[in-house]
């Protein structure tokens, strides 16, 4: 009796709006989202965090009119979250195109798993270190936490952006670009010293050959320099997403 009450038709809206905020999950959020997972999968988890989590549900104490308008808003709610952490990957990205832009290797472009476009191969491995430092913190149990007391604090079908979150994206997104460039200076930097030395060169001996000497030269400095500041990315990138995490609570609840 109990299992028929606990799937009986006056839960079944409930169910379906759990199921929409969870599938915010695996739609936007960083390695959940990730397009080698197959779909079955991705679904299958969601809904066995649904079964797990329906004790925790409660809608909102108004009438529900537009069961389409508390759908979308319980995804707002996703792809709010799943903006901010993308952000903070989209950082490394674009470090990793500086990079590879000044390494020589922009064009040397090849398919990234996660996302399923095409993008440097340097901006491309700085891209998988950065996922695998997230699991290595248990991001992406953060983040199913998260949700989980989203539950308690946010009845489904009741989210809205507030302007804190939009202001907090805003100020995010600006942010993008300073660190992208943070992280990228010190082989932006050597790559500009390493043209400066072989113009010298160029100049004083006019037999040098710059596409034969002067390119592995500045290949082999860009790879010294990535590994030598590649442990200081992952920190920094470990420390923005773990204050972008710390945050979500006091912007959503």
């Known amino acids: 009796m109990d299992l028929v009450q606990f799937f009986g038709t006056d ?36 809904f066995m965090l649904c079964i797990i989590l329906m004790p925790l549900a409660k809608p909102h104490e108004h009438t529900i009119n537009f069961l389409v308008l508390e759908i979308v ?41 996660q996302t399923g476009t095409n993008s440097p191969v340097i901006a491309n491995v700085i891209n998988m270190m950065a996922l695998l430092t997230f699991l290595i913190f248990d991001g992406h149990h953060l983040l199913v936490q998260f949700f989980a007391v989203s539950l308690e604090y946010i009845p489904l079908g009741d989210f809205y952006p507030r302007y804190g979150v939009l202001s907090y994206s805003l100020k995010t997104f600006t942010n993008l670009f300073i660190f992208g460039f943070v992280l990228a200076f010190p082989i932006i930097a050597l790559s500009l010293l390493s043209d400066l030395i072989f113009g010298m060169l160029m100049k004083t001996m006019p037999q040098f050959n710059l596409l034969v000497v002067g390119y592995p030269i500045k290949v082999t400095i860009g790879f010294v320099v990535l590994i030598v500041i590649l442990s200081a990315v992952m920190k920094i990138f470990t420390t923005l997403m773990m204050r972008v995490i710390n945050d979500l609570p006091a912007l959503f609840f």
């Open 11 to 46: 839960r079944v809206i409930t169910f379906m709006l759990l199921f929409a905020r969870l599938s915010g999950l695996v739609v936007f959020m960083p390695f959940f989202s990730h397009n080698q997972i197959p779909i079955t999968a991705k679904t299958a988890f969601v």
């Open 73 to 113: 808003s319980e995804a707002l709610l996703g792809l709010c979250v799943g903006l901010l952490l993308n952000i903070i990957f989209a950082t490394l990205q674009l470090a990793g195109e500086q990079i590879s832009m000044v390494m020589g290797f922009s064009m040397a472009s090849v398919l990234d798993p």
